[in-house]
T-cell receptor, first 111, second 110 residues
Framework: AQTIHQWPVAEIKAVGSPLSLGCTIK??????LYWYWQATGGTLQQLFY??????VESVVQLNLSASRPKDDQFILSTEKLLLSHSGFYLC??????????FGKGTRLTVV | GQQVQQSPASLVLQEGENAELQCNFS?????MQWFYQRPGGSLVSLFY???GTKHSGRLTSTTVIKERRSSLHISSSQTTDSGTYLC????????????FGKGTHLHVLP
């Protein structure tokens, strides 16, 4: 069975500090991977997608970057957090044109 | 314009009443999913339904591609159904984009 694991579950970080959020998918080879973000009370927005190792496409610019160092790993990061980065981050995977499966998410509070 | 529109934005029901939630989209699509979003933010997948009708307990999802709409029907609502329901579409743009609606906030009163 496929599993998707996100870490950490929650973070409280200072403005200007670096951030790294991670996501690992087990049990499925070469999935499409996605990062989503939701501001409090807002709509879930897709930030990045990746269809293969080493290749990441940006969908929405939020002064964040993403990388896919391994087939089963997706990393979201920034060197300097902004207050506007606060919110809920979700990682997801799918195969082409099929159901999308989501992790449990990371709640980020920037203070 | 918006590619995905959910309606109503919010809905208040008495327990036992039925609810009909709508999701309308502006282009053809590859896939359609309905989710329940927990208060903490995590998503519960309700249906993967790119076309036709699917049932799960008191829930029914119907997607009509040529009318560019999908609905989620909740029968005999319960207070535990309260929360936010989201539709998510993989639009047929070959762009690997899955777009969420703004959601319907359902409140079921005892």
């Amino acid at each position: 069975a496929q599993t998707i694991h996100q870490w950490p579950v929650a973070e409280i970080k200072a403005v200007g500090s670096p951030l790294s959020l991670g996501c690992t998918i087990k049990g499925k080879s070469s999935p499409n991977l996605y990062w989503y973000w939701q501001a409090t009370g807002g709509t879930l927005q897709q930030l990045f997608y990746s269809i293969t190792v080493g290749q990441v496409e940006s969908v929405v610019q939020l002064n964040l970057s993403a990388s896919r160092p391994k087939d089963d790993q997706f990393i979201l990061s920034t060197e300097k957090l902004l207050l506007s980065h606060s919110g809920f981050y979700l990682c997801a995977w799918s195969l082409a044109n099929t159901e999308v499966f989501f992790g449990k998410g990371t709640r980020l509070t920037v203070v | 314009g918006q590619q995905v529109q959910q309606s109503p934005a919010s809905l208040v029901l008495q327990e036992g009443e039925n609810a009909e939630l709508q999701c309308n989209f502006s282009t053809s699509l590859n896939s359609m999913q309905w989710f329940y979003q927990r208060p903490g933010g995590s998503l519960v997948s309700l249906f993967y339904n790119p076309s036709g009708t699917k049932h799960s307990g008191r829930l029914t999802s119907t997607t009509v591609i040529k009318e560019r709409r999908s609905s989620l029907h909740i029968s005999s609502s319960q207070t535990t159904d309260s929360g936010t329901y989201l539709c998510a579409l993989d639009l047929d743009t070959n762009a690997y984009k899955v777009i969420f609606g703004k959601g319907t906030h359902l409140h079921v009163l005892p």
